[in-house]
Every structure is written in structure tokens, then in C-alpha cells.
């Protein structure tokens, strides 16, 4: 479980679980995929690590990552972006039980929009 959760945590943003699975071969060969899904549902399940879902594919990122994402409508890639949305001032402002958020923000990405120039 340990090469799981460092490979979420050294990626720059989230990756699908197959993507986890090849970074996790390189460092144990005979990893299995059913092994890799297993580690990271245990993770989400222990607050580890988060998912989100773009259309059926699950992506898993890193905490404190905030859950913000850019979905690139050229390439469809999912991005981390910083975004501090503060669950505690708004809990405390409209009276409402928070667990989390997930926003999810649609355009091109840069290195979309760098093709385009």
C-alpha cells in the first residue's frame, strides 16, 4: 500500500488507476492490478487520498490537494488546480454539515491552448 499512496502523492495531479498500476510495476514487477484497485479503494475508504469520476474513468489525487479539477474539453485530461474553498467559514456562515466539496471547472488546458497558438 505504501508504493500506492507515493505514487499518488508524487504526481502532479490525478491519475487513473491504471496509470497508478504501471508506475506501481516499475518498482514491483509483479504487482497486480486487482492489488493496485484494492490499495487505492482502501485509501479513499481511510481518507488517504481522494476520487473523482470523469464520465466512468475514477481518478484518485493526494490530499491536501484541493479537490478543484480543470476537465480539458481537447484532450479530457483531468488537472489539479489551487482553489482554497474554505468548508469551515462556509459551515459556520449557512449553518450546514460539510464533509467535503468537488468542483469541477471545463475548458482547455494550457497545454491545449499552447497547441492552438
Not at 53 to 65: E, I, L, R
Request: net charge neutral; with cysteine; charged share 20%.
Amino acid at each position: 500500500m505504501k508504493v500506492t499512496v507515493d505514487i499518488v502523492y508524487d504526481s502532479k495531479g490525478p491519475l487513473m488507476a491504471d496509470q497508478v498500476y504501471e508506475l506501481a510495476r516499475e518498482i514491483l514487477p509483479r504487482i497486480s492490478l486487482g492489488t493496485v484497485y484494492r490499495n487505492l479503494n482502501r485509501l479513499v475508504a481511510i481518507g488517504l487520498i481522494s476520487e473523482t469520476n470523469v464520465g466512468s474513468m475514477q481518478c484518485f489525487f493526494a490530499h491536501p490537494y484541493s479537490n478543484t479539477h480543470l476537465e480539458c474539453r481537447v484532450c479530457g485530461r483531468l488537472q489539479s488546480v489551487p482553489f482554497d474553498l474554505s468548508l469551515t467559514q462556509i459551515a459556520k456562515d449557512t449553518g450546514l454539515t460539510l464533509d467535503g466539496y468537488e468542483l469541477r471547472l471545463k475548458g482547455v488546458c494550457q497545454e491545449c491552448a499552447d497547441k492552438c497558438t
